[in-house]
Nanobody
Framework: QVQVKESGGGAVQAGESLRLSCTVSGLPFDDYVVGWFRQVPGKEREGVSCRRRSGGRVYYLDSVKGRFTISGDNAKNTVTLQMNNLQPEDTAMYYC??????????????????WGQGTQVTVST
């Protein structure tokens, strides 16, 4: 059974940082795509950052480039999203995602089969 579990959300003030962590278990593949999505009630969800477990190029949403960094620890099957200089517009429920289907370019603009329950990030002014 595939499990995707996030941790690390919280409430911060603008300009501060948070780190989200995600553990993926049960996927019987050496490589797969992992990433982070976010969603605000009433708005479409958006892909924040995605990468292959094996590494390589990374996809970032334009609005988070230079502020967010995705990384992975394959030994622990974890993926981390370091979020710096957080802004109120980053407030959302953040979801970790995983999918075994590999495509040539890293992107969040695709379907993901496995989703975590989400962790809330709230940024105040």
């Amino acid at each position: 059974q595939v499990q995707v579990k996030e941790s690390g959300g919280g409430a911060v003030q603008a300009g501060e940082s948070l780190r989200l962590s995600c553990t993926v278990s049960g996927l019987p593949f050496d490589d797969y795509v992992v990433g982070w999505f976010r969603q605000v009630p009433g708005k479409e969800r958006e892909g924040v950052s995605c990468r292959r477990r094996s590494g390589g190029r990374v996809y970032y949403l334009d609005s988070v480039k230079g502020r967010f960094t995705i990384s992975g620890d394959n030994a622990k099957n974890t993926v981390t999203l370091q979020m710096n200089n957080l802004q109120p517009e980053d407030t959302a429920m953040y979801y970790c995602v995983a999918d075994p289907t590999l495509i040539q370019e890293p992107t969040c603009l695709r379907d993901f089969r496995f989703w975590g329950q989400g962790t809330q990030v709230t940024v105040s002014t």
